[in-house]
C-alpha cells in the first residue's frame, strides 16, 4: 500500500524527523487560506499522486508549455493560480504512463533554501538479509539513472538487527552523502528515526528524494515516499486509515477484499492463474505468441468456488480484455472447484468473450466433465502450450 507524500511526512515528523510546514488541499478554495497559514514568502505547491516525477510531468489539460506537478510560488495569489491549474486536471509524469492521473489533492508547502540535494531510501536488501540504506550525492534525480550513469555514486549501508543504527552506521552514511556540521550532527538522530519507522510500520520502501541540506546547513525531509508491506497491514490501524482508493485501480480494490493477488496490465488477455510462478509462465508465454496479458491473478492454492468466481468476474470487468485463460495445476486447489467457480460466474455475468481452461492435477476428469456438462462455450486445453495458442487463436479469428 501507498500513501501521499504528505501523509509520510507527517508520520515521519512524529519520528521527531525535520520536515517543512505544510497543508493539504481538496479544493482550491482552501489554498488562500493554505497558503496565509504558513510562513513564506516562498511556497511549493505539490501535486500529490502515487506516481514519481511529479515535478518534470505535464498536464494533459494544459498543453506542453504548461507548468509541471511541482511549482514554486512567491505570493498568495500565485498559489491560488496555480491550485486552479492543477487540481482536477491529468498530470503524466514517467510513471503513470500516457493516462496520466488525475490531481484530486494538492500539498502547500512551505519553501526551503536549498545548499544540497541528496537521495535517502531505506529498504530490505535480499542479498544479506537486512534493512539496508541506499544513498546518494545525486539527490533530487532518476535514482535508476545515477545507478545506470554513475553506480559508484550509490552507496549500500546494510543494518545489523539486533543493534540497530549505530554510531558506525551514521557516520558511514553520513561519509557517502558528504556531511558535516550541522548536518552531520542532525544525520545522529535522522537515520536513527527513519530506520524506527521503517520497522515500525511495516514499510517494504521508505526514500526521502530528495534530502536536502539547507543554506543553514542543516538537513530537512523535502519529499517522501512510502509503500507498506500489504500483509502487515493488520497491525497498522493508523497506517490503513491513510489509503486513498481513488488512487488505485478498481479491480485491485476489489481483489483485495477477497484477498486475490492482482495486478491490473494493459494487455488484453485475462488471466487467471493459481501460483504466482504458474502466473508468470502463463503472462511469459501469451507474450510469446504475440498477444500481451491483461492482468497478473493468482488465486492462490485454497480458494474456494466463491473466490474464484469473484477472480473470473475481476478479470471480465475489464474493458480491454478480449479473451481469459484459465490455467490451473491442481495440488491443494482442486480443479473441480475451479471448474464450478468459472462455471457460477459465467452464468451470473455471461461470458462475451473468448474462454480456454486449461486444468492439470487434483480432480483434472471431474473437473473437465463439470466445464464439458456446462453447455457454456468454454474451450479445453491439454498444456500450457496449447491453451496459449488457443486463445491468441481465438481473438485473433
Not at 506542453?64 to 498568495?76: E, F, N, T, W, Y
Not at 498530470?91 to 512551505?110: C, F, H, P, W
Not at 492435477?361 to 496449447?386: F, H, M, Q, R, Y
Request: contains cysteine; hydrophobic residues 45%.
Amino acid at each position: 500500500m501507498n500513501i501521499h507524500e504528505y501523509q509520510a511526512k507527517a508520520l515521519l515528523k512524529g519520528y521527531g524527523a525535520p520536515v517543512a510546514s505544510g497543508v493539504p488541499i481538496l479544493k482550491v478554495e482552501e489554498a488562500e487560506a493554505a497558503a496565509k497559514s504558513l510562513p513564506g514568502p516562498l511556497y511549493v505547491v505539490k501535486s500529490q499522486i502515487h506516481a514519481g516525477g511529479r515535478g518534470k510531468g505535464k498536464f494533459k489539460e494544459l498543453g506542453p508549455d504548461a507548468k509541471g506537478g511541482v511549482r514554486l510560488a512567491k505570493s498568495i495569489e500565485e498559489v491560488v493560480a496555480h491550485a486552479k491549474e492543477m487540481l482536477g486536471n491529468t498530470l503524466v509524469t514517467v510513471q503513470t504512463g500516457e493516462a496520466g492521473k488525475q490531481v484530486n489533492r494538492l500539498y502547500i508547502e512551505d519553501g526551503a533554501d536549498i545548499a544540497r540535494e541528496l537521495y535517502c531510501s531505506l529498504l530490505v536488501d535480499r542479498s544479506v538479509g537486512q534493512v539496508a540504506f541506499v544513498v546518494s550525492t545525486e539527490g533530487g534525480m532518476d535514482i535508476e539513472a545515477v545507478a545506470h550513469d554513475t553506480p559508484e555514486k550509490i552507496h549500500t549501508i546494510a543494518i545489523n538487527p539486533e543493534a540497530g543504527v549505530t554510531a558506525a552506521d551514521v557516520a558511514a552514511i553520513a561519509k557517502a552523502l558528504e556531511l558535516d556540521g550541522a548536518a552531520a550532527e542532525d544525520a545522529k538522530s535522522l537515520f536513527p528515526a527513519l530506520y524506527k519507522a521503517f520497522n515500525e510500520k511495516d514499510m517494504a520502501l521508505l526514500e526521502v528524494n530528495p534530502l536536502i541540506v539547507m543554506k543553514d546547513g542543516h538537513l530537512r525531509v523535502l519529499d517522501a515516499k512510502m509503500s507498506f508491506d500489504g500483509n502487515a497491514l493488520f497491525r497498522h490501524d493508523d497506517v490503513k486509515a491513510l489509503r486513498d482508493e481513488t488512487e488505485e485501480d478498481a479491480k485491485e480494490i476489489e481483489a483485495s477484499k477477497w484477498d486475490l493477488a492482482y495486478v491490473a496490465l494493459d494487455g488484453n488477455i485475462g488471466c487467471m492463474v493459481n501460483g504466482a510462478g504458474l502466473a508468470m509462465a502463463t503472462m511469459d508465454i501469451i507474450k510469446l505468441y504475440g498477444k500481451e496479458p491483461a492482468n497478473f491473478c493468482d488465486v492462490g492454492g485454497g480458494a474456494g468456488k466463491e473466490k474464484v468466481a469473484a477472480a473470473f468476474k475481476i478479470i471480465t470487468a475489464d474493458p480491454k480484455v478480449e479473451g481469459i485463460l484459465v490455467n490451473i495445476f491442481g495440488g491443494i486447489m482442486k480443479c473441480d472447484v475451479i471448474a464450478e467457480g468459472v462455471v457460477a460466474a459465467v452464468q451470473e455475468v455471461g461470458l462475451k468473450v473468448p474462454l480456454v481452461v486449461r486444468l492439470e492435477g487434483t480432480n483434472v476428469e471431474l473437473g473437465k466433465k463439470i466445464l464439458n456438462e456446462s453447455g457454456l462455450a468454454i474451450t479445453a486445453a491439454d498444456d500450457l502450450d496449447d491453451a496459449a495458442k488457443k486463445i491468441v487463436a481465438a481473438i485473433n479469428a
